[in-house]
Every structure is written in structure tokens, then in C-alpha cells.
């Protein structure tokens, strides 16, 4: 049973590009949750997908945008890149059928904006 | 709004001795869910372990326990006859009652524990 997979692993990008990140959530898994990890930080909450409609939001800027798939896979997308992006961004899925709503995370995508 | 404090940025442990990783939490909320991750080298964070606000009794998975005091607003996580694999960072989360409709997961700033030989 495969678990959270996101793609790529590291990326690299310039001020003003823009970057999609993608996750595939665990088998069975209908939710998706996105975080930002800085270096030396906890995860910071993005948003999150259910349904294919964003259900909650955290304190970001319209620069981060996302999209839940039919299949459950979900990506993030970040808009006019600025040095403080540079970050680890972490997807979990989980089902949100239950009441612990247990989130199971991926190895995460590292950008670098330079 | 809520918020988890992890005030041990470092920890160290001798092998197969027992270490104790401190988390406070703030919250005006009675029921929430509590959890313990672990973050290695290889960034993945796994699930420790995890608590029900409303469940008096301490969660215990092997050689991991908790001690909730739920007044005190306290949930320090104990691990137990400590290996050389339990050396990563870790994060307390709280997050709030499904009922309450927010979903989101809030982290501590972590703990790096390491395990000496």
C-alpha cells in the first residue's frame, strides 16, 4: 500500500517564477492538507482540499493557490516566488469520514528560490 | 486562537535510557485531539503517538507513552529504553474537534532529540 507520494523531491527556482508541487494521497485517503516547513520551524498550515473544493485556509497569500483532482491527487501552485518561499513543502492525506482524521504525511518537495 | 509551545529546542539520551519531550498548549476549547510526530533525516513525519482531550487515561504505544494534563495544558511524550532510531526531530500538534470544523493541524517548533551510543 503505497502511502503520501509527492513529486519532485527538490526543486529550484528564480524570484518571479512560479512552481507546482504535486501529491498523491495515501490509498483510501480522501482529504489533502498542504504545510510549509521552514528551516528549523513546525509545518505551518496551508490549506486544505476535500471534495475538490478548498475547506479551510490558513494565513497565506493569494500567491498560493491549489487543486484537488477528481482522484483525490492534489497539487500546489505558488505564484511570483520571493526568497522567503524557500521552504519544505509538506502534503498529507487522510479520510475525513473518521473522527480523528489522522493526518499521514509525504516526504515533502524542498524549494530553493535564489 | 490556539497555539503549541515545545520550549527544548535540543534533547540528548544515553541508550536504553528514558527521555522526556515537553509540549503545552493553549487553547479555550474542551475537546481537540492531541499527537506526538517524529521527523527523521529522511524528512518523512510519522505519527508517534495520539490523544483524545475527553480520555482521561495516557495513550501508550510500545515504548512511547504520554502524560496529559488536561488542566495543566500539558502533553509531554516519554520515551522509553531509548535506540539509536528514535534520534530525529520532534513535533507536538494539537488539533481541534472534528466537530468544530477546522481541520487544520497546529505544530510546535519541535524538539531535536538525539540518542548518544
Known amino acids: 500500500d503505497a502511502g503520501v507520494t509527492q513529486s519532485p523531491t527538490h526543486l529550484i527556482k528564480t524570484r518571479g517564477q512560479q512552481v507546482t508541487l504535486r501529491c498523491s494521497p495515501k490509498s483510501g485517503h480522501d482529504t489533502v492538507s498542504w504545510y510549509q516547513q521552514a528551516l528549523g520551524q513546525g509545518p505551518q498550515f496551508i490549506f486544505q482540499y476535500y471534495e475538490e473544493e478548498e475547506r479551510q485556509r490558513g494565513n497565506f497569500p493569494d500567491r498560493f493557490s491549489g487543486h484537488q483532482f477528481p482522484n483525490y491527487s492534489s497539487e500546489l501552485n505558488v505564484n511570483a516566488l520571493l526568497l522567503g518561499d524557500s521552504a519544505l513543502y509538506l502534503c498529507?492525506?487522510?479520510?475525513?469520514?473518521?473522527?480523528?482524521?489522522?493526518?499521514?504525511f509525504g516526504a515533502g518537495t524542498r524549494l530553493s528560490v535564489l | 486562537a490556539q497555539t503549541v509551545t515545545q520550549s527544548q529546542p535540543e534533547m540528548s539520551v544515553q541508550e536504553a535510557e528514558t527521555v522526556t519531550l515537553s509540549c503545552t498548549y493553549d487553547?479555550?476549547?474542551?475537546?481537540?485531539?492531541l499527537f506526538w510526530y517524529k521527523q527523521p533525516p529522511s524528512r518523512q513525519m510519522i505519527l508517534v503517538i495520539r490523544q483524545e482531550a475527553y480520555k482521561q487515561q495516557n495513550a501508550t504505544e510500545n515504548r512511547f507513552s504520554v502524560n496529559f494534563q488536561k488542566a495543566a495544558k500539558s502533553f509531554s511524550l516519554k520515551i522509553s529504553d531509548s535506540q539509536l532510531g528514535d534520534a530525529a526531530m520532534y513535533f507536538c500538534a494539537y488539533r481541534s474537534a472534528f466537530t468544530s470544523g477546522t481541520y487544520k493541524y497546529i505544530f510546535g517548533t519541535g524538539t531535536r532529540l538525539k540518542v548518544l551510543a
Open positions: 487553547t479555550s476549547e474542551s475537546d481537540y485531539y
Open positions: 498529507a492525506s487522510s479520510l475525513s469520514a473518521t473522527g480523528w482524521n489522522i493526518q499521514y
